[in-house]
Structure formats: structure tokens, C-alpha cells
């Protein structure tokens, strides 16, 4: 079992940066060898952003590649994301979400442990 806490949603403006963080139960985000990053707007269906694998090899959407960076501490057991130029279309709830088998995928079908989410609000 993982359980993984998001947080770092905040409301900004338009062509803002924000750093979202998720922590894994106890520290870690064992057993789980991939540890991704997805996203739900209104309306829409979730969405993965990257994705980053045990053995550092990243994964990430060509619809935020450019503006978006996923990394992990592994000292701190923390995955991050973080965002810069954000768009009013970047309003969602992002999610945390962490998978058991030896992948590297955005679909959300692969992952099999989610956070709560954290909201991000860009206005313009």
C-alpha cells in the first residue's frame, strides 16, 4: 500500500510558475516503481503529464514538454512537478499516482495508487 500526499496548488496568473510536491507514505514511495504526475479540468478526462521511474528514466506529455518538469528527491522521498508559464487551460486538479510494475506510461489505466489531488487555479 502507498499512499501519496500532494500539495503546492495554489491560484496564479497567467505566465506564473508553481511547484508541486507528493510525499509517499513513510517516507517512500515503495513498492511502486514509476511515480507520475496527471491532471483533471473541468469537463475533461485525467490527463498524465510525466512520469519518472526508479531508475531516473522520464516520461513526459508533448502538451506540457517545454514548461513542465517532474523530478524526484529520493533523500527526501518526494516527487515534484514543476510548472512554469502557466496557461488559464493549466487550471485542474493534479494528481500524484504511483505504479507497482516496471513501466514508464501516462496512461492512468498503469497506475495503481493516487493522492487526493491539489488544485491549481491560473487566471488570466
Known amino acids: 500500500q502507498v499512499r501519496l500526499v500532494e500539495s503546492g496548488g495554489d491560484s496564479v496568473q497567467a505566465g506564473g510558475s508553481l511547484r508541486l510536491s507528493c510525499a509517499g507514505s513513510?517516507?517512500?514511495?515503495?513498492?511502486?516503481?514509476?511515480v507520475a504526475w496527471f491532471r483533471q479540468g473541468p469537463g475533461r478526462e485525467r490527463e498524465g503529464l510525466a512520469s519518472?521511474?526508479?531508475?531516473?528514466?522520464?516520461i513526459v506529455a508533448d502538451s506540457v514538454k517545454g514548461r513542465f518538469t517532474i523530478s524526484k528527491d529520493n533523500y527526501a522521498n518526494t516527487l515534484y512537478l514543476q510548472m512554469d508559464s502557466l496557461k488559464p487551460e493549466d487550471t485542474a486538479m493534479y494528481y500524484c499516482?504511483?505504479?507497482?510494475?516496471?513501466?514508464?506510461?501516462?496512461?492512468?489505466?498503469?497506475?495503481?495508487?493516487w493522492g487526493q489531488g491539489t488544485r491549481v487555479t491560473v487566471s488570466s
Open positions: 499516482a504511483a505504479g507497482v510494475r516496471w513501466l514508464l506510461t501516462l496512461a492512468p489505466s498503469d497506475y495503481d495508487y
Open positions: 513513510g517516507g517512500s514511495f515503495s513498492p511502486a516503481f514509476m
Open positions: 519518472i521511474r526508479r531508475d531516473g528514466a522520464t
